[in-house]
T-cell receptor, first 112, second 112 residues
Framework: KNEVEQSPQNLTAQEGEFITINCSYS?????LHWLQQHPGGGIVSLFM???GKKKHGRLIATINIQEKHSSLHITASHPRDSAVYIC??????????????FGKGTHLIIQP | KAGVTQTPRYLIKTRGQQVTLSCSPI?????VSWYQQTPGQGLQFLFE???????NKGNFPGRFSGRQFSNSRSEMNVSTLELGDSALYLC???????????FGEGSRLTVL
């Protein structure tokens, strides 16, 4: 079964700083998800990626399949980026019927 | 395009009762998955349905069950509620069985 480790668990930064959140997993996968959860519970899917790099606005996600590692970067961080960021991967080999296993999340606070 | 709708949003039950939660996916999405989120365990996969078939189930007791209807709407049921079942229950839909996930706002269950 896949094990997911996220770091850091908590991160406080100043507005404008470059943010990096890391995710490592133990079993080879077909795709990895980055999710964002704001206070109150709602979860938004930020990225689903299986190789290389994806960019959406100020958010960039990269994945290294060989090293079983992914990073989420936020450029020019803003207080509205304050949220919990969660990495998720297939529970097993990534076949079509896999459920997901989740990291414990990174609590990010961006101070003005 | 309407998002994923979960009902009810909040509910309070007592130990021993049962509860049914509903999830209406985005129109055209055939995959619905369910997750439990607690402060202690974080996000955990419950089960996934695709075209009315349960494709995978997480490590939860048989008290947790679900189904999917021909219109892709899904329900999950928890029987003989325990205090530890208090959680935020989230559902997500996707167009493909391993595609990008779109989450509902969740149903917050409190068991007294």
């Amino acid at each position: 079964k896949n094990e997911v480790e996220q770091s850091p668990q908590n991160l406080t930064a100043q507005e404008g700083e470059f943010i990096t959140i890391n995710c490592s997993y133990s079993v080879g996968i077909s795709a990895l998800h980055w999710l964002q959860q704001h206070p109150g519970g709602g979860i938004v899917s930020l990225f689903m990626l299986s190789s290389g790099k994806k960019k959406h606005g100020r958010l960039i996600a990269t994945i290294n399949i060989q090293e079983k590692h992914s990073s989420l970067h936020i450029t020019a961080s803003h207080p509205r980026d304050s949220a919990v960021y969660i990495c998720a991967v297939p529970m097993y080999s990534g076949g079509g019927a896999d459920g997901l296993t989740f990291g414990k999340g990174t609590h990010l606070i961006i101070q003005p | 395009k309407a998002g994923v709708t979960q009902t009810p949003r909040y509910l309070i039950k007592t130990r021993g009762q049962q509860v049914t939660l509903s999830c209406s996916p985005i129109s055209g999405h055939r995959s619905v998955s369910w997750y439990q989120q607690t402060p202690g365990q974080g996000l955990q996969f419950l089960f996934e349905y695709f075209s009315e078939t349960q494709r995978n189930k997480g490590n939860f007791p048989g008290r947790f069950s679900g189904r999917q209807f021909s219109n892709s709407r899904s329900e999950m049921n928890v029987s003989t509620l325990e205090l530890g079942d208090s959680a935020l229950y989230l559902c997500a839909s996707s167009f493909l069985d391993s595609g990008e996930l779109f989450f509902g706002e969740g149903s917050r269950l409190t068991v007294l």
